[in-house]
């Protein structure tokens, strides 16, 4: 505990925040085309100010890597078939 004359400092909020209505919107990012939109819709928002550059680029570096972990992810998938196809003798 503190004593009486003691004051206690907390950070101070950042004041170059952007503030959502919604916190935690659900977008639909399963497809590359989904991913696709959405990094077009953050550079058309980023285009006419309604979000700051800084925050449009952290976006859409977070959507390239959500768009390369998919990719990897079809990639494999595609592997897998196709060996499994050539093990079964398949062609």
């Given at each position: 505990?503190?004593?009486?004359?003691?004051?206690?400092?907390?950070?101070?909020?950042?004041?170059?925040?952007?503030?959502?209505?919604?916190?935690?919107?659900?977008?639909?990012?399963?497809?590359?085309d989904d991913i696709r939109?959405?990094?077009?819709?953050?550079?058309?928002?980023?285009?006419?100010?309604?979000i700051s550059p800084a925050n449009g680029a952290k976006l859409v570096y977070m959507l390239t890597n959500i768009l390369k972990a998919y990719e990897s992810t079809e990639i494999e998938k595609r592997l897998v078939d196709l060996e499994k196809g050539h093990l079964k003798g398949d062609k």
């Open positions: 505990m503190a004593p009486k004359n003691c004051t206690i400092k907390r950070p101070k909020m950042p004041t170059n925040t952007e503030i959502f209505e919604d916190p935690t919107p659900r977008i639909n990012l399963s497809t590359s939109r959405e990094m077009a819709r953050v550079y058309r928002e980023t285009r006419f100010n309604k």
